[in-house]
């Protein structure tokens, strides 16, 4: 840490001057414009940037399948808007894994492709981009999974199985952007700038999106369970339901006191959904002692969606726990 006395120059001007070792680290020189963002106390300053699009390349000759396509979701999450991937030659296996990466990524696709390297580009303005509206899209996904991989349960109903694994997808794609989006402002205040959002805020929002990702991998594999189960006992099913409806209803009480303005709002939400949470605990185990008298296989089965319910429940009760701490005075 270095410190600096503020001057006086020219009556009504104050002023201070850089270390010379960060100046010279970031290429400040006389003449170089800077860019200040006040940000309550504090003020953050930052060399003026020549270009916004960010360009990286990876080197992708040892790189085949799960771990390509991985490889260009982190280039992307890190908030390169063009990646460029090279190779001696770029084999038709890779191509293929990069094409599932860019269907994997929202506003992402191939620029460029020649026999040793392939670009791909985000085609996205960065500064259009909303962290709210996409945890807002990724809750309403999230929730209506819950609720239909029940009902394909209930009603053997393959078609809506099937329908939910594939919205899987959709929330995956926004997790990603929300994370590209998160990344970015503690990288670039100029990005925490454009997005209108204070950066604590956004941590908040990314960690309830994990939450929400979470809610929407389980009701995936209830849908999976569901494509193997033939009719299940009525008072079993009907506790399905009741457990789904009230696990949904934390992440609905949850979600509310995320975005509420007030704080007295937040907190009523917050700490009713979190209650809740342990209502639930009790269902579970009504439940689970109604799967004792059924067929082994089935009640495993069963026992994995009852387990999946409780889970979503209590990744509802993480986001009412950070919209608590979002609420709360901050020093």
């Given at each position: 840490?270095e ?11 104050y ?5 010379k070792?960060?100046?010279?680290d ?10 200040f ?15 916004d699009r ?6 992708v ?33 890779q191509?293929?894994a ?12 191939v620029?460029?492709e020649?026999?040793?390297s392939?670009?791909i580009?985000d085609?996205?303005?960065?500064s ?5 509206n996409?945890?807002?899209r990724?809750?309403?996904?999230a ?7 029940v009902t ?10 099937h ?6 997808d ?6 990603l ?18 997005l209108?959002?204070?950066?604590e ?33 009525e008072?079993?099913?009907e ?5 789904q409806?009230d696990?949904?209803?934390?992440l ?5 006191a995320?975005?509420?303005e ?17 209502d ?11 799967l004792?008298d059924?067929e082994?296989v089935?009640a ?19 986001i ?8 709360a005075?901050?020093?």
């Amino acid at each position: 840490m270095e410190t600096r006395k503020v001057q006086v120059t020219g009556g009504s001007t104050y002023t201070v001057s850089l270390p010379k070792t960060w100046a010279t680290d970031n290429d400040v020189s006389a003449g170089t414009t800077v860019e200040f963002y006040p940000e309550d106390d504090a003020l953050l300053l930052t060399p003026q940037s020549e270009t916004d699009r960010q360009e990286g390349t990876l080197d992708v000759s040892d790189l085949e399948g799960e771990r390509l396509t991985r490889a260009v979701m982190t280039m992307y999450v890190s908030g390169f808007d063009i990646i460029r991937l090279e190779a001696n030659r770029i084999t038709t296996h890779q191509r293929r894994a990069i094409r599932n990466a860019t269907q994997s990524l929202v506003g992402v696709e191939v620029l460029e492709e020649t026999t040793d390297s392939v670009v791909i580009q985000d085609l996205l303005d960065s500064s259009e981009l909303s962290i709210v509206n996409a945890v807002s899209r990724m809750r309403l996904i999230a929730s209506s999974m819950l609720s239909d991989a029940v009902t394909a349960l209930i009603e053997n109903d393959d078609d809506i199985a099937h329908d939910v694994i594939q919205r899987d997808d959709d929330v995956d794609r926004l997790w990603l952007v929300v994370s590209r989006i998160f990344r970015a402002t503690l990288r670039s205040p100029r990005a925490a700038e454009e997005l209108g959002v204070p950066r604590e805020d956004c941590f908040d929002y990314h960690s309830s999106a994990r939450q929400l990702e979470r809610v929407a991998d389980h009701a995936a594999k209830i849908s999976n369970l569901a494509l193997k189960l033939d009719e299940i006992p009525e008072p079993v099913a009907e506790g399905l339901v009741a457990l789904q409806e009230d696990a949904s209803d934390v992440l609905e009480k949850s979600m509310d006191a995320l975005v509420a303005e007030e704080s007295a709002e937040a907190n009523e939400l917050g700490h009713a959904a979190r209650e809740a949470v342990l209502d639930i605990d009790e269902h579970t185990r009504t439940i689970d002692d109604m799967l004792r008298d059924l067929e082994p296989v089935q009640a495993q089965s069963l026992g994995l969606i009852v387990d999946s319910l409780s889970r979503s429940a209590d990744y509802g009760g993480n986001i009412a726990e950070t919209a608590l701490q979002k609420a709360a005075p901050r020093p």
